[in-house]
């Protein structure tokens, strides 16, 4: 199964869900992120706090959905609600359902503030795949009705 991480420019969040969703994943399950309009390079605080995280970044890259190499079974859209961020709707007969985490990338403060916003995002995404990872997985991808229902329970979580 494919699990797509969708926001606007792939640079933070959804490259933190995709990295992290794959370190945690069982064998069958696999991440992808992609943007609507790319920034073309992930933001450095990701990669630091992936590493930081003992989370391989190796591989990932800033990505247009239109560049993706299979076609996902899952979306889940990561866009927050603050300054009327508009997340893209991916087209496609997939499952999908919005976890809307801020975001980092738009925190202007200090240093320690600033790294705050990235641990609170990756936090929020993190907390929702393990919750995602506990369902009952093998039962669930033969069920979208009820996968629906889950993965909509679980947007609403916060660590």
């Known amino acids: 199964m494919n699990v797509l991480f969708l ?5 933070c969040r959804s490259v933190l869900g995709e990295a ?8 069958g399950w696999r991440a992808l992120s992609a943007g609507s309009k790319p920034t073309g390079k ?4 990701s990669l630091a706090l992936l590493e930081r995280e ?3 970044t190796e591989g990932y890259f800033s990505k247009s ?10 979306v889940l859209s990561v866009c927050g609600n603050a300054a009327n961020e508009t997340c893209p709707a991916y087209l496609g007969p997939v499952l999908r359902s919005h976890w809307g985490v801020e975001d980092p ?13 990235f641990m609170t995002a ?3 995404l993190r907390y929702r795949i393990e919750q995602f990872l ?17 993965l909509d329970r679980i947007s609403t979580l916060l660590p």
Not at 42 to 45: A, F, K, L, M
Request: proline share 8%; glycine share 6%.
């Open 42 to 45: 992930i933001h450095p605080r």
């Open 65 to 74: 959905w239109n560049d993706l190499p299979v076609t996902p079974d899952i």
């Open 134 to 150: 506990a369902l009952p997985l093998e039962e669930l991808k033969n069920n979208r009705e009820q996968l629906k229902i889950e």
């Open 7 to 11: 926001c606007t420019g792939n640079s």
């Open 122 to 124: 990756y936090g929020i």
């Open 20 to 27: 992290t969703f794959n370190h945690l994943a069982p064998e």
């Open 54 to 56: 003992g989370i391989s």
């Open 105 to 117: 990338a738009h925190v202007q403060g200090s240093e320690a503030e600033i790294d705050a916003a």
